[in-house]
């Protein structure tokens, strides 16, 4: 049975348009189309320029920031161009080091710092960064939804793994990396991971193998502004079709992924468990069912299951 929170939260789709997903219909077609032409482990990897800010050093541990140009700029409208990124670590250091991907409309760092502090408790270092058409790299005024079409979902999606990618390659650099991130953040993490031509260590939490399962068969299908896309007869198997471009199922399992820890809430309405058992059984990975939990309060109740999947995913890959 899905939790009474999620079954609660879709209301708001019906009392407030300005919730609506893709508002704006589908956007540009090229945009459209990068669903189907994503990234994989044969790509290069793209590398960062990077300059860290100074050391601020807090109880337990200690934060620098830096701010850089995003390796796909060239695809992206001018504000959205600049990638800002928090590197918090545990205040002695570490050589491991996770990239946390943002949620769907997380505008802020705030709740991924919260996880970042605990897992610096547990001696693992994080990356966070904001995401194209979020927070500081906004482009429509703050009361309007960040992506107002399908095109621009896609073009957010094929940065955030671009950037993802850039940042886990940066992770080496200094040890061991992994990927890991909550609901559309897992997802982008376990698609980096999935992408990669090296070992990481990867906990997608909450996660779907791809967007189209959470946007068709989750609550969302009840925010999706059907006849901006011209109407849900019409609309709903292209729609299909176009996610399921980017469904992490579409790429090969590689050596590292039965190391890999995925993490469901048992009455998870958005993010409904099967999509994660789904990812599971095409890595061959453990999945770690939560009980009781919906996707609300798997996030804000149990943080410490989620910092304990990402902290035994490095072990796995150390072992491996």
Avoid: C
């Avoid at 789709?13 to 189907?36: I, N, T, Y």
Wanted: hydrophobic share 45%.
């Amino acid at each position: 049975m899905v939790h009474l929170i999620d079954r609660l939260a879709p209301l708001g789709f019906l009392l407030d348009r300005r919730s609506k997903v893709f508002a704006e219909g589908w956007g540009q077609d090229e945009h459209v189309a990068l669903f189907g032409t994503g990234l994989t482990a044969a790509d290069p990897l793209p590398t960062l320029d990077v300059a860290w800010g100074r050391k601020e050093e807090h109880p337990g541990f200690r934060l620098r920031r830096a701010s850089m140009t995003s390796p796909v700029s060239d695809l992206l409208p001018h504000p959205a161009r600049a990638l800002t990124v928090e590197w918090i670590e545990p205040a002695q250091g570490t050589d491991r080091t996770v990239v946390l991907f943002p949620a769907w409309n997380d505008e802020t760092f705030d709740a991924r710092r919260k996880l970042a502090r605990l897992l610096a408790s547990r001696g693992i270092g994080s990356f966070i960064a904001d995401i194209a058409f979020y927070g500081q790299r906004r482009l429509q005024p703050g009361n309007r939804p960040a992506i107002g079409s399908v095109g621009d979902f896609a073009l957010m999606g094929y940065t955030a793994v671009a950037e993802g990618r850039a940042l886990v390659a940066l992770a080496t650099e200094s040890g061991a990396a992994g990927a890991s991130g909550y609901s559309m953040g897992g997802n982008l993490a376990a698609y980096v991971s999935a992408s990669m031509p090296r070992r990481i260590a990867t906990a997608p939490l909450a996660a779907s193998h791809g967007p189209g399962p959470v946007y068709l068969e989750g609550a969302l299908r009840r925010a999706i502004d059907w006849k901006a896309l011209g109407g849900r007869v019409d609309a709903v198997d292209r729609l299909r079709d176009v996610l399921g471009g980017a469904s992490v199922l579409n790429l090969p399992s590689l050596a590292h992924h039965p190391a890999a820890v995925i993490v469901a809430a048992e009455r998870d309405g958005w993010v409904l468990p099967e999509f994660s058992r789904d990812l599971a059984a095409h890595w061959g990975a453990e999945l770690r069912l939560v009980h009781g939990a919906g996707h609300g309060t798997l996030l804000w109740r149990r943080k410490d299951v989620l910092a304990d999947a990402i902290l035994d995913s490095f072990h796995r890959i150390g072992e491996a």
